[in-house]
């Protein structure tokens, strides 16, 4: 029976279905280390991770293992030159978590734009002694101007919400999405700068590549107006956190949201200073059915790939295909 590794503590069921195709070796516990990664990695087949960092030095420990199995859409952590070149499979999650995760980033954009975090804390320290009228004030979502950086699946449902907001939505993209996309969502192209400059609230939505690192840092802060905020639900390094907590403390910009941080789970701890943020711990798409559908999708991705199951050989959601069939190397 072939063997693989469960990298994170996922729902049983999940694991019961694993264990009628495979001999299951389960981390129910705390983050392995890379070394502990790659100790119980050195007899696997497959595996299936979440954000573990798996490289060259990962694939050489584990000279029998043909494919790694993402339990998410981004797959930054996987080194694919390394991949490639040892003919080992990679496979995400995407698609079954775009709406949750849409809901998120706006529920972060509003929450920063009205400043509920913020308000929240003032509460319960005790603060509140009286009404006024200009207590709190924030920036209005209904009727403004939503920038989307990154006009992906996810992108496309936040531009989606914007409709019942009566808001105008302008995005930038590594290129412009279909005419017949744009005229469905009421969309219109900028460049990166000239969205900055025009909208009142952005959202991140981009993978995280060598190319979109820092994205955001000081010099885009500076474009945008001093009442916009800036709402991140893509990848941690995307933004420059030291940037944005300077931002964010002389008020460069009013408020942010953030859902992901650059060498998360640390986070820069001068973000941990300022009051106009609303911070949260990677938990867009932290749904129970969102979650639960990105883990059997993991477990399918993985039984079809080592060549079990009723799609043996043909996997929903190959990163690189051009290695299916291939020796490991």
Same mark, same amino acid.
Do not use: C
């Given at each position: ?13 999940? &694991? ?101 975090? !913020?308000?929240?804390?003032? /509460? ?15 920036? =209005? ?16 449902? /936040? ?6 907001? =009566?808001?105008?939505? &302008? ?26 400059? !025009? ?58 949201? /953030? ?15 300022? !009051?106009?943020?609303? /911070? ?19 477990? =399918? ?29």
């Amino acid at each position: 029976m072939q063997k693989i590794l469960v990298a994170r503590p996922i729902f049983p069921e999940v &694991i019961d279905r694993l264990k009628q195709y495979f001999d299951v070796d389960w981390n129910d516990g705390e983050t392995l280390s890379p070394e502990a990664l790659n100790a119980r990695l050195a007899d696997k087949d497959g595996a299936l991770t979440a954000g573990d960092p798996v490289n060259a030095a990962t694939l050489a420990a584990a000279p029998k293992l043909r494919v790694v199995s993402q339990m998410a859409v981004g797959y930054n952590n996987f080194d694919m030159a390394a991949f490639n070149a040892a003919n080992v499979l990679g496979t995400n999650t995407p698609d079954v978590l775009n709406e949750t995760t849409a809901d998120f980033g706006w529920a972060l954009m509003m929450a920063a734009a009205r400043r509920v975090a !913020e308000s929240e804390h003032f /509460l319960r320290a005790g603060k509140w002694g009286k009404w006024s009228f200009d207590m709190f004030l924030g920036s =209005d979502v209904y009727g403004s101007t939503l920038g989307v950086i990154g006009m992906g699946r996810i992108g496309q449902a /936040l531009a989606r919400r914007a409709r019942g907001f =009566d808001m105008r939505v &302008i995005y930038h993209n590594r290129s412009r999405v279909a005419p017949e996309i744009e005229a469905e969502l009421n969309a219109e192209y900028r460049s990166k700068e000239d969205l900055l400059k !025009e909208a009142d609230h952005v959202v991140l939505v981009l993978p995280y590549t060598a190319d979109s690192h820092h994205t955001i840092g000081a010099a885009e802060l500076a474009l945008m107006k001093p009442t916009a905020t800036l709402t991140n639900i893509a990848r941690g390094g995307i933004v420059d956190d030291a940037a944005l907590a300077e931002a964010l403390r002389t008020r460069r910009i009013a408020a942010a949201g /953030l859902d992901v941080f650059e060498g998360e789970p640390s986070v820069h701890p001068a973000l941990l200073t300022v !009051e106009n943020v609303v /911070l949260t711990p990677h938990i867009a798409s932290a749904s129970e059915a969102t979650r639960r559908a990105m883990a059997n999708l993991a477990a =399918d991705n993985l039984i079809a790939a080592l060549g079990v199951g009723p799609r043996a050989g043909r996997p929903p959601n190959p990163i690189n295909p051009g290695v299916l069939g291939k020796a490991r190397s």
